[in-house]
Every structure is written in C-alpha cells, then in structure tokens.
C-alpha cells in the first residue's frame, strides 16, 4: 500500500525520466544489434589523408576534375558533366567555383567555353588523383572524390554520367546546408 501511495505522488517525475531514457536505450540497442549503419549518407569516397590544394583568398566551394595527361572521350564527358552540375547549382553557384586541376592550363577550347577556372595541383600528394571530380572545402582541403568510369567503347561514361553528376550535386548541396560560413 505504502509503495502505492509512492508510485502516485511520483507519477509525473516517473513518466519524466521514462521519457528522456527510452531514446537513449533505443539508440544503444539499435547501435548494439547494427540496426544503424553509420557513414553510408556520401555517395562520393571520403578521402582519408588530407590533400590541400593551393587556393586564392575568396572562400567559396569547389568542383575541380583532376584533367588527365590525354583527355580523351570520357574526360571531354567528365568535363561536360562538371559544367552541368555547377550550371544546376541554382542559387548556390555564388558559393561554389568549378576548376580543372592540371599541372599546366589545359589548352583544349572545352574549358573556355564552359567559364572553368584553372587550379595548380597539390605539389606533394601522396593520394593518385587522376580522372576524378573532387569536392573541396573553402580552405582548399579535398573532401569527396568521385571516380570517372574509363571509356571501354560501349558508352559506359555515357550511362553513369546522370548517376554521377546526381551524386556529386546532392553530396555538394548538402555540405553546403551545412556550411557555416555567411552567406553572401
């Protein structure tokens, strides 16, 4: 009977603690049984060693393709591809840049025509980069790499294109949600 009157009086502070526990052993359980696969939102590859590549002082988002020594079929595609996913960016575009990373300016007429910038690429990179989008932070810093398919003659680069250039958008528009820099 005492343990009753107990349970009444402290009804209220009981159903309090319930309901500020409960999520926090739902969470351990579901951690504990794998029911929660942390990681799996990128689409693109995450790198695991910094590469910074050397950037002007405005603080703007990049798309940069590293250009391979010959730009063949699937480079002149790749090219193509980061042009539409920078002109698809809509209001965004005033925070992201899109660059091609060679060694020299690339002499091909695509880049002109599509307004790219040119970017110098890191001078020590223990990480291949070579036929790849990457997405790189305000301070230069490469975050996400996407791998461009070789060209086998089938139309393979064409196929993966709209997969590719979705992943890369959806991968850059949330990073900028979550940006914190002012928005300008």
Wanted: proline share 7%; hydrophobic share 45%.
């Amino acid at each position: 009977m005492k343990n009753l009157l107990w349970v009444k009086r402290h009804k209220i502070v009981l159903l309090f603690i319930l309901c500020f526990s409960l999520p926090f052993f739902a969470a351990k359980l579901a951690l504990a049984f794998s029911w929660y696969t942390p990681g799996i939102l990128a689409k693109g590859e995450w790198l695991d060693r910094e590469v910074k590549f050397p950037v002007n002082s405005n603080a703007v988002w990049r798309l940069a393709y590293v250009v391979p020594t010959p730009c063949e079929n699937s480079c002149q595609f790749a090219i193509h591809a980061l042009h539409r996913i920078y002109s698809g960016l809509g209001k965004y575009q005033s925070r992201v840049e899109a660059d091609l990373v060679a060694p020299k300016p690339p002499d091909f007429s695509l880049s002109d025509e599509h307004n790219l910038n040119w970017l110098q690429p890191p001078s020590t990179s223990e990480l291949a980069l070579d036929n790849e989008i990457l997405i790189l932070n305000p301070q230069g810093v490469a975050l996400l790499r996407y791998k461009i398919a070789t060209n086998n003659n089938d139309g393979n680069v064409q196929q993966n294109a709209p997969e590719l250039a979705k992943a890369v958008r959806t991968d850059l528009l949330r990073l900028l949600n979550y940006d914190r820099v002012a928005v300008r």
